[in-house]
């Protein structure tokens, strides 16, 4: 399956601060990755889908002014989670949509805003 | 509406066999994912069926039934390291997107 890297995979800040947030396909290209945030013992639940190229989509709910998304390449995207709270604490997953639809997920990265 | 629903928890025994199930509401399937989460780590790719039938791949097994919105996962010669939870996904056409369920949570005791 194909191969995607998170970085950083735990990030601690002040409440206030902005966490930047890395997600690459290290042997795949794809126009068209994922961003998952997955609160303890929940579900993932979808936040975003990024396209190449052109504006991230975003789910109901989610602000597009505080998580925002950038697609610059085939194989990087990026979160950066603005002006952050203790309630954005989670852990944030990417994905990538490689062959038959199947998405391949990013190892996660747990972010905790004190 | 878009749901899906999958038992909480299910406990099971090292070596035996235990089946995961899958009911799902979706528009625009197009096709059924099951993922491994170990606590902490991201999902890891299981299998995936699109056709009504069995998917056999080593010690694990998917079927789907489209006509009824059902899968199950069937994990057989169950191992210690089983002991994660699986999560079941929908996979929307067009879209692309995954609906998940809220993932079963397997304890696999010796």
């Known amino acids: 399956g194909a191969v995607v890297s998170q970085h950083p995979s735990r990030v601690i800040c002040k409440s206030g601060t902005s966490v930047k947030i890395e997600c690459r396909s290290l042997d795949f290209q794809a126009t068209t990755m994922f961003w998952y945030r997955q609160f303890p013992k929940q579900s993932l639940m979808l936040m975003a889908t990024s396209n190449e190229g052109s504006k991230a989509t975003y789910e109901q709910g989610v602000e597009k002014d505080k998580f925002l998304i950038n697609h610059a390449s085939l194989t990087l995207s990026t979160l950066t989670v603005t002006s952050a709270h203790p309630e954005d604490s989670s852990f944030y997953i990417c994905?990538?949509?490689?062959?038959?639809?199947?998405?391949?997920f990013g190892p996660g990265t747990r972010l905790l805003v004190l | 509406g878009q749901n899906i629903d999958q038992p909480t928890e299910m406990t099971a025994t090292e070596g035996a066999i235990v089946q995961i199930n899958c009911t799902y509401q979706?528009?625009?399937?197009?096709?059924l994912f099951w993922y491994q989460q170990h606590a902490g780590e991201a999902p890891t790719f299981l299998s995936y069926?699109?056709?009504?039938g069995l998917e056999e791949k080593g010690r694990f097994s998917s079927f789907l039934s489209r006509s009824k919105g059902y899968s199950y996962l069937l994990l057989k010669e169950l191992q210690m390291k089983d002991s994660a939870s699986y999560l079941c996904a929908a996979s929307n056409s067009g879209t692309y997107k995954y609906i998940f369920g809220t993932g079963t949570r397997l304890k696999v005791l010796a």
């Open positions: 979706t528009s625009g399937f197009n096709g």
């Open positions: 994905s990538y949509r490689a062959y038959q639809e199947t998405q391949y």
């Open positions: 069926n699109v056709l009504d």
